[in-house]
């Protein structure tokens, strides 16, 4: 993760887009937050109405649920707003705004941090559920290995893609990225800023890229954590990110063995991973308690293993090293939120980092498509999104419903600090 450098000056002139949504933005009336996670932070909770489609500003409008916690640093020092997108596409950023207390140095103390569900998520109205139990105990293997299984993952994802058509059919149309990034304009004019700072994490740093191609003018500075290659959104960044998933696990595998007086789970990469994948068939056999099986283990391994790293490391132990990648934006996409959390790049005045291992490489001309590896099942990256309480589970592109793969859901790869 790294900061932007200095801010980036407001020339030129406001875009289109900006006009839309400097007329159709109202104003937050601020009250207290129900979660107690915001209640302790001394946060501030409201609702922020949005036309539902800004070419027609005056029509239907949505709501937004936004938090912030304000600045404790003296006024001398304020340094604006900051948005916070978690990413997903459909993860709640309600609860965000607590972030500013982990910055290291106090450095976050000068920000009014300020967390949004995006439109169609959470406490968002309306919100978007498509099959609540999609992601439940004990779901088909991930690895389409037999045509069984292949017809299967497709059956799923297509029912999956219906009822998301079907329970938000007047929403879908207008929940593509450049509506995301609106809503962000339209919650800066509502708080009476000039420019915001941003803070985006894998998809979110694609929104962050997208927002500042469109108002370029009113972007000050932006950290971007795990990003998108804007180029190869979407298909082709899920299979980009598989191989750099792929590659991740075996590094901590090799970690873990490095470590074995602490992990007791081999003393060689090898032996580590011989055992990740005898237990993960194992557990497809016989799932734990009828329920966690192959798919809860890959699912579980990947999104606690920095956790449990953290949590029993020695202290003489190394974090693992992170690289980063970036990639200029140049042209924002209309096309809608796509399934599971990315990586991104940035856009005009941005310094871009990423604490997930990545490898760039030469991949296919964009608007082809390459098949993943039906080997080892993947074992992180799309997080994945509980389709509860109305939170927007990941939705489903013609293209992903023709690959059963990417009905699946699986969890990040340990990031690297």
């Known amino acids: 993760m790294a900061l932007a450098g200095p801010a980036l000056a407001a020339t030129g002139t406001t875009s289109a887009a900006a006009t839309q949504t400097i007329s159709a933005a109202s ?11 915001l209640a302790k932070a001394h946060a501030q909770c409201g609702d922020l109405q949005v036309p ?27 340094q604006g707003v900051m948005l916070v997108n978690p990413g997903g596409p459909g993860g709640s950023g309600l609860g965000l705004s607590v972030l500013g207390q982990f910055v290291p140095n106090h450095a976050g103390d000068a920000y009014d941090w300020i967390g949004f569900d995006p439109r169609g998520v959470g406490s968002s109205k309306p919100s978007l559920s498509c099959l609540p139990h999609y992601f439940g105990y004990n779901r088909p293997y991930y690895v389409p290995e037999t045509q069984e299984l292949e017809r299967t993952w497709l059956a799923r994802s297509d029912a999956y893609a219906k009822a998301c058509g079907a329970n938000g059919r007047a929403l879908l149309p207008h929940m593509k990225t450049t509506d995301a990034a609106k809503d962000m304009d339209s919650i800066r004019t509502a708080l009476g800023a000039q420019q915001v700072n941003y803070y985006g994490f894998s998809y979110g740093t694609y929104l962050g890229q997208v927002y500042s191609t469109l108002f370029p003018s009113r972007v000050r500075r932006m950290v971007l954590d795990s990003n998108v290659d804007p180029r190869r959104v979407w298909y082709a960044a899920n299979l980009d990110q598989d191989v750099a998933f792929d590659r991740n696990i075996n590094i901590w595998f090799g970690w873990l063995a490095k470590y074995d007086k602490v992990y007791h789970l081999g003393t060689t990469e090898v032996a580590v991973r011989k055992l990740f994948y005898a237990e993960e068939q194992r557990l497809r056999k016989q799932p734990a308690g009828g329920l966690i099986g192959a798919d809860e283990w890959v699912d579980t391994s990947g999104s606690t293993s920095t956790t449990c790293r953290r949590s029993r490391t020695p202290t003489t132990a190394p974090p693992a090293p992170a690289t980063t990648t970036a990639s200029p ?11 599971g959390p990315r990586a991104g790049a940035g856009g005009a005045g941005t310094t871009t980092a990423s604490t997930a291992r990545h490898r760039s490489r030469p991949g296919p001309t964009p608007g ?9 099942p993947r074992l992180a990256g799309q997080g994945r999104q509980a389709d509860q309480g109305g939170r927007q589970p990941r939705r489903r592109r013609a293209a992903d419903r023709r690959d059963p793969r990417r009905g699946h859901t699986v969890h990040r790869q340990p990031r690297g600090s």
């Open 329 to 339: 934006s140049t042209t924002p996409s209309s096309a809608p939120m796509s399934s």
């Open 368 to 376: 082809t498509t390459r098949r993943a590896s039906t080997g080892r």
């Open 27 to 37: 104003s937050i009336k601020w009250g207290p937050c129900s979660d107690p996670d």
């Open 52 to 78: 539902l489609d800004y070419d027609q500003p005056d029509s239907q409008q949505i709501s937004l649920a936004v938090s912030r916690v304000v600045h404790t640093s003296p006024a001398a020092d304020y």
